[in-house]
């Protein structure tokens, strides 16, 4: 199953390799990865997706917990949350495609922030699945290049992950 | 004012620091200036950095304080990779101060550099890269910290060269004490697990303890003692956690695991309330996972929250210290013990008859060789008991030598037999038992190995030498990996692929050529004798070279693959 794991940690180096380096160790895999201070200079949130069963996502946040610069977490799958997720896509857009792409653009509500007399370079947010379903909407034009941020997430109502 | 190596040194000092393990190199020689300015601390010189580790490993071990290692940068460093990672599997409070390059010389592969942090990472409990003088008191003082508590373990701290300057001074002060908001590990177990764990034990009709390393790293062997007694309840060690009960205790089922007695093996898979304590499920222990202990349910008590459920789906979880949990679980058993049923108290009988039955198979039993003359290994084990009257420092290397001296030498206290249980690594037990005879110069400390091990940290004769460590080493000589030849007798036909010790040395000239004293015994008829004189010898080093049995096999020994826990070779070519 797919698990969005939230980490607050330490805003020191050395930090993220021990987040990385122990999902390498454990045999446990990462899907996306995402890592940005916060507003609180002295701390991290690192945002990753991975597939676990039960089982196995108890082992990866005690695991993640027992990191030293640790300081808490929250797997963001366990309750209602939101996440998102940033794609630039960029793609030819000659002849009659132009049109087109910009259609399809339109229906993802993706924003078109970069243009050329042969490409387009569209910025599309949301869900980790919306986005993949905006790539297979643009299956018949011919995709130059795709970004994706990794996702980031938070958890709906009040609950907060906060020191 | 202080320079930062002087900070460095006086900083240990504050921990209490005693001894340090090292070698010397040019990212450290301001650190070796430092501490040959002072007197307190005493810095044991070895002729190889693994065998710094692995000494400060038998002080931790033997002690229960940290042990301390100095080495320098690039070579050293990664010399002393094994023996970090020794530590870090067996859950030993270590603190490895290293050498780095200068600053700016840092990512330019420079000269003996290594990136100390990166390499250590998986192996370590936690590490530090310092970056200035400033930093080293509130560096120190947290690896001591994080090393010595919660679930122990090693901490790197990563030094480089320029900040211990002797000519940059900066203001000196010692933290007295220091918390971190990200590490917070638990002081006493959840009270309402423990009584349902308690209560669960009382309704057990056939119980069973499986006591772990965690007990004697936790101080807690005399109130597993205390409770084992008090329930009457039958008892296991594992590798790790022999010594936690008194080995010669008739509740005392012997070691569990894959060369683990066959009561103790048996009991535990035919039990119906399993209590683990301070141990971890490791797959020595439970053969296959899916057949472990397949009546029972679980309680089990360890500090680290990771260890619970890892490898086998526990009831009753305490995330605790031992110590505290099991007083708790004391006081509450007390007030129960006498509301046990005699329904109860009839199948707790019932079931340690079943237990003696499994007893009468006499699983240890060793049969003299048929020419008398020719000496078995577990003969070598039981001799050194006797020699030693069962109170000496044991240590040992890995192999079948190892499994022998945990299975013939019962241990009565903790924090005596010391040995690399989860990493497995040739070449720990004579440094780890200069490291023991370090912290207890007069006891008799004992090295129990094998020609092949010993060879692996054989420059140590030298340091010991040095040192005046009059360890007795006791070499079971089979001029083969023996561990290895037995598998591949078991599992590959036979076929000896690089498991002979050719072109072995003359242990006794090899002994006498570092000035210590050598002895060579071939006969069973000679064997106790000479360990007599080895242990009479007490300020010598012995090396006493036994040649033993090439084709013994250590049993009894799971079944694998697809095996339970009660499924054992008994002897070669008998199974359960």
Redesign the interface.
């Known amino acids: 199953m797919r698990r969005i794991i939230s980490v607050l940690?330490?805003n020191e180096?050395?930090a993220l390799?021990?987040v990385v380096?122990l999902f390498a160790?454990r045999n446990y895999n990462i899907e996306t990865l995402t890592v940005a201070p916060t507003e609180d200079e002295t701390l991290s949130r690192l945002t990753l997706t991975t597939s676990a069963s039960d089982?196995e996502v108890?082992?990866i946040t005690?695991?993640l917990?027992?990191l030293?610069?640790?300081?808490?977490l929250v797997d963001l799958t366990d309750g209602d949350h939101i996440e998102r997720e940033l794609m630039l896509i960029k793609v030819k857009a000659t002849g009659a495609q132009r049109a087109e792409v910009k259609r399809t653009s339109d229906i993802f509500r993706g924003q078109i922030v970069d243009v050329t007399h042969n490409s387009y370079t569209i910025q599309l947010a949301g869900t980790s699945d919306k986005l993949d379903a905006f790539l297979r909407a643009m299956s018949e034009s011919v995709v130059l290049e795709v970004v994706r941020s990794g996702v980031s997430g938070v958890s709906r109502g009040e609950k907060i992950l906060a020191? | 004012m202080l320079s930062g190596g002087d900070i460095l040194i006086r900083c240990l000092q504050e921990e209490g620091v005693d001894y340090v393990f090292g070698y010397p190199g040019g990212a450290v020689l301001h650190i070796y200036d430092a501490l040959f300015r002072q007197n307190r601390i005493q810095h044991i010189l070895v002729r190889h950095e693994q065998a710094a580790t692995h000494m400060a490993d038998g002080y931790a071990r033997s002690t229960g304080r940290p042990g301390v290692v100095l080495v320098t940068s690039g070579p050293g460093a990664t010399n002393a990779i094994t023996g970090i990672a020794t530590a870090y599997m067996d859950s030993i409070p270590m603190v490895v101060i290293s050498g780095q390059v200068q600053s700016h010389l840092i990512g330019t592969d420079s000269f003996q550099e290594t990136d100390m942090?990166?390499i250590s990472?998986?192996i370590v409990?936690?590490?530090f890269?310092v970056r200035n003088a400033a930093e080293i008191p509130l560096a120190i003082k947290k690896a001591f910290y994080?090393a010595t508590s919660g679930r122990p373990g090693p901490v790197v701290i990563d030094i480089p060269k320029d900040i211990t300057n002797p000519t940059d001074l900066v203001e000196y002060e010692y933290p007295q004490q220091v918390s971190?908001?990200?590490?917070n590990p638990a002081a006493k177990g959840h009270t309402g697990q423990i009584k349902k764990a308690v209560t669960m034990l009382m309704e057990a009709e056939r119980p069973m303890i499986y006591a772990g390393g965690g007990v004697i790293q936790g101080n807690g062997s005399a109130e597993l003692a205390s409770l084992t007694r008090l329930l009457g309840y039958p008892i296991v060690n594992t590798l790790m956690g022999l010594g936690a009960y008194p080995g010669t205790d008739k509740q005392f089922l012997g070691m569990l695991g894959m060369h683990g007695t066959y009561e103790a093996n048996m009991g535990m898979h035919h039990c119906d309330v399993l209590i683990a304590v301070g141990a971890r499920f490791d797959d020595r222990v439970t053969n296959t996972v899916a057949k472990f202990c397949p009546y029972a349910k679980i309680i089990h008590i360890d500090i680290?929250?990771?260890s619970?459920?890892?490898n086998v789906?526990v009831d009753v979880p305490i995330v605790g210290p031992v110590k505290s949990v099991l007083i708790e679980m004391l006081e509450v058993s007390q007030a129960k013990i006498g509301k046990r049923t005699k329904t109860q108290a009839s199948r707790l009988a019932e079931w340690w008859a079943q237990i003696e039955g499994w007893r009468k198979q006499d699983s240890l039993h060793v049969t003299p060789s048929a020419d008398g003359i020719t000496i078995k290994p577990q003969e070598v084990v039981q001799a050194v008991y006797r020699a030693s009257q069962g109170a000496a420092y044991v240590t040992t290397d890995v192999g079948q030598h190892q499994m022998f001296a945990a299975l013939y030498y019962p241990f009565d206290e903790p924090r005596k037999w010391i040995n690399s249980g989860g990493l497995g690594t040739m070449g720990f037990g004579l440094p780890a038992a200069m490291g023991v005879q370090m912290a207890f110069p007069d006891a008799a400390v004992c090295c129990i190995t094998g020609e092949g091990s010993i060879q692996m940290n054989i420059q140590e004769l030298s340091t010991c030498a040095q040192y005046g460590l009059p360890i007795k080493i006791i070499n079971i000589n089979n001029r083969s990996l023996g561990m290895v030849k037995q598998w591949q007798d078991m599992q590959y036909e036979g076929r000896h692929s690089n498991s002979y010790m050719d072109s072995l040395p003359d242990f006794v000239k090899l002994a006498e050529a570092y000035g210590h004293v050598g002895i060579k015994v071939e006969r069973l008829a000679d064997l106790d004798a000479a360990l007599e004189q080895a242990f009479a010898l007490k300020d010598r080093l012995v090396f006493v070279d036994v040649i033993v049995d090439r084709d013994e096999h250590v049993y009894p020994m799971h079944v694998a693959p697809n095996g339970s826990m009660r499924d054992m070779w008994l002897k070669k070519g008998v199974r359960t």
């Open positions: 940690m330490e180096a050395g390799s021990r380096g160790q089982a108890e082992q005690k695991q917990n027992k030293i610069e640790v300081v808490k020191v | 942090i990166g990472r998986p409990k936690h590490s890269a994080i971190l908001r990200s590490y680290d929250p990771a619970i459920s890892k789906t």
